[in-house]
């Protein structure tokens, strides 16, 4: 039966909107001519049943209510317009394209189907027309009904820091675990299963950092050489998490089962946040594919190049960048962000390549237009955001310059530590700077030490295991004959690659982990460990696995007794860490005597035990530092009020290849001594050691790490 499409209802928000009796369709289209609603079976998903004419247009918006449309209805839509390409029109009423705004996606891109709207092999291909229709071969668009019981759901709100921030992946970290049902795994509901959480919690971390969740393409190039777009970087749909990890369905199943995985996580205590790709869509540049935004409003959604619209501005290496100059755009990720707070009750972003997002002209502005409207809207800017601070283009890398609210990703945290622990000399002075929150970076605009999220690794580049087992990239099975990634010249391997059963080179890398760890761990500001590198997950060498959805990148959970004791280690760290206000402190030490204290709030100490003066900085013990951590009051309260106090702590990291015999020095008192609580010279850091005293010395074996605790 025919269906009659009333005048919309502009009230609603954009997107198919079911009010229980029928649908609003709406979508913003400034520069289109007509807009036509194609609605679909779910059974026979290849051709619409029937094509409207949304009939009202206002402030660019087309819009139309259709009675009796209900949850699971497949739609797309055809938008008619200029054909200009010179002119960055490029309108094709022949394409599906899929709504911005939907909130969830049936069926994925066949790529036999034409979804290119120019003519394929031609001269100047993409200036050419292409008429054939593609609906056979693209996703739909689903009607969801949003009715969901969270009980008591509320975000856990965890503060900044005693936040501990685990990067995953939904699929690969329990695509191997056979204690979770097998129609379960890798999928958001193996997620939230009893055996992920109690690892999760078992472990101590605070928040899950997902790998992109919204409905993303697998390129053709890759399902070409058998392979698939695994990390996710590759967004076509900003609302729409991804079916690929729902065990439900994808007509709108996906939706229940994500927001069922938030509340299990968050009954544990532990926080969501979601990797987000706004910096770029899955349409690619001028001979990419029209899917969604390029057939919609390509002038409006993307950075065209100002004197040939015919081009993208590329600041991320994909092809196009969004072009937040506009409000639509804007208005776009923000209503994207607030429906994931508000509707799924995520606890924050990271943002991918976000100084894209702050691209002015050419410039990386600071204070860019999104910038401005996440600090002012009410629910966006009280979550967790934490920005991947560079992109590709010309003065890209902005560690250290994102507004106040953010927290950032801290490039020059990882890349500092790494040399240290490789053995480079000049690592003093900034590596003091990086264990203790990086100051020189977020203090001066008021920011916390928790403003840098210090990592390792993370999943663009080689796992901690890898990192110090291989000096070069082998990215083989990427099929580009291991030409992608870039070598890893931070990496530190005992000068044998790859798997080795010597003995002592295997001791010497497993401490190697344990010091990255350790390091991470016992720095002030945000953690956030690698998934799987607490357990010695391997890639072989692959530092670029963005394409390897196999066991390469699937967790192995056959835990092997050394890989158990790095994971008893990591719990270890984490729980010490968690017990010490003094390891994660609210603010920046200032190198005063504390007070009710005779010694300073941190003092660094040579391994004679005397405090490092200015010389020893630049020409004196190179690879080894001893930081003694002040006890007494830290510049916290208690959840009572109370000013928080902890013990006084002393921290010994030696990079050299040799022993290094460091001299103990007092503590916060007349009476007491050392107490050690980490050696890493011990597969669990674990050993039996009497008290020591001030005075001394330890003697400490070449790479490695040792934490001690003043007792009284």
């Known amino acids: 039966m025919a269906r009659t499409i009333l005048p919309g209802r502009s009230y609603y928000p954009l997107g198919a909107i079911w009010d229980g009796r029928g649908v609003n369709f709406s979508l913003f289209a400034e520069h289109a001519a007509k807009v036509e609603l194609c609605l679909f079976e779910s059974d026979a998903p290849d051709a619409p049943v029937e094509t409207l004419a949304l009939p009202d247009v206002l402030g660019h918006v087309w819009q139309g209510y259709v009675a009796g449309v209900k949850p699971g209805q497949l739609y797309g839509y055809r938008v008619h317009g200029s054909f200009n390409p010179e002119q960055g029109q490029r309108y094709n009423p022949s394409k599906l ?25 031609s001269d100047e291909a993409d200036l050419t027309y292409d008429d054939q229709n593609d609906a056979w071969g693209m996703p739909k668009g689903v009607v969801v009904d949003t009715r969901f019981n969270w009980e008591d759901d509320h975000l856990p709100r965890v503060p900044w820091r005693q936040s501990i921030i685990y990067e995953t992946h939904v699929k690969g970290f329990t695509r191997c675990r056979t204690d979770i049902p097998e129609p379960l795994r890798g999928t958001y509901a193996g997620l939230a299963s009893p055996p992920a959480i109690d690892y999760l919690r078992n472990l101590g971390i605070t928040a899950v950092e997902l790998l992109p969740v919204h409905a993303f393409v697998d390129d053709k190039i890759l399902l070409d050489r058998g392979l698939r777009n695994y990390w996710g970087y590759n967004t076509i749909n900003f609302f729409a998490p991804d079916a690929r ?29 979601l990797d987000v790709v706004y910096n770029h869509t899955a349409e690619g540049n001028e001979l990419g594919p029209t899917l969604s935004y390029r057939g919609i409003d390509n002038e409006t959604y993307y950075r065209l190049v100002p004197d040939n619209k015919r081009y993208y501005m590329d600041y991320t290496g994909t092809g196009n960048t969004p072009n937040t100059q506009q409000p639509q755009v804007v208005k776009l990720i923000m209503d994207s962000l607030r429906y994931w707070v508000q509707e799924m009750h995520v606890d924050g972003f990271r943002f991918d390549l976000a100084a894209a997002l702050a691209r002015g002209l050419h410039e990386v502005e600071q204070l860019s237009a999104f910038f401005n409207t996440i600090h002012q809207d009410p629910v966006i800017s ?29 490039g020059k945290y990882r890349d500092c530590v790494r040399r240290f622990w490789r053995g480079d000399d000049g690592q003093l002075p900034e590596l003091a700077s990086r264990l203790t929150g990086s100051s020189d970076l977020y203090e001066s605009d008021g920011r916390r ?9 993370a999943h663009d580049g080689f796992t901690l295991h890898d ?15 291991n030409r992608d990634g870039a070598n890893d010249n931070y990496s530190w391997n005992c000068g044998v690659e790859g798997p080795t059963q010597d003995p002592a080179i295997r001791a010497l890398r497993e401490r190697q982990q344990r010091n990255f760890i350790a390091t991470l761990l016992l720095s002030q500001g945000a953690p956030m460990l690698g998934g799987g590198d607490e357990m010695g997950r391997t890639q072989d060498g692959n530092n670029n696995a963005y394409c390897q959805d196999n066991e390469i990148s699937w967790y192995n959970w056959a835990i092997d007794e050394r890989r158990a004791a790095l994971l008893d280690f990591t719990r270890r760290l984490i729980a010490l860490r968690c017990a010490h206000p003094g390891l994660h402190r609210r603010k920046f030490f200032r190198g005063h005597v504390l007070h009710g204290s005779r010694i300073k709030d941190i003092t660094w100490l040579r391994p004679d035990g005397r405090e490092m003066r200015a010389r020893d900085w630049r020409t004196g013990w190179t690879r080894t530092l001893g930081a003694r951590i002040g006890g007494g009051l830290v510049g916290d309260m208690d959840e009572r009020g109370r000013q928080m106090k902890d013990d006084t702590m002393l921290l010994l ?16 008192g007349n009476l007491g001594g050392w107490q050690m609580e980490i050696d890493t010279r011990w597969p669990t850091g674990v ?21 001690m605790r003043y007792v009284k």
């Open 97 to 121: 394209v899929i709504d911005p705004y939907a909130r969830a996606l049936a069926g994925q891109i066949n790529w036999q189907a034409p979804v290119f709207a120019y003519q394929m092999g």
């Open 245 to 273: 990890y729902s065990s439900s369905g994808d007509h709108g199943e996906q939706v229940r089962e994500f927001k069922e995985m938030v509340k299990a996580l968050h009954r544990a205590g532990i926080e969501v946040i």
């Open 382 to 410: 009280t979550v967790k955001l934490i920005a991947e601070p560079w992109d590709v283009g010309e003065g890209g890398y902005q560690v250290g310059n994102f507004p106040v609210l953010w927290a950032e990703w801290n």
């Open 449 to 457: 030490p928790y403003a840098s999220v210090n990592f390792v690794t």
């Open 467 to 481: 990192l110090v087992s291989y000096d070069q990239k082998h990215n083989e099975a990427n099929g580009e004959d």
């Open 653 to 668: 990291l030696n990079a050299h290849t040799d022993e290094i015999p460091f001299t103990l020095p007092r503590g916060s």
């Open 687 to 707: 050993a039996e050691h009497a008290r020591l005293k001030p005075g001394d010395r330890y003697l400490m074996v070449g790479h490695s790490l040792v934490l």
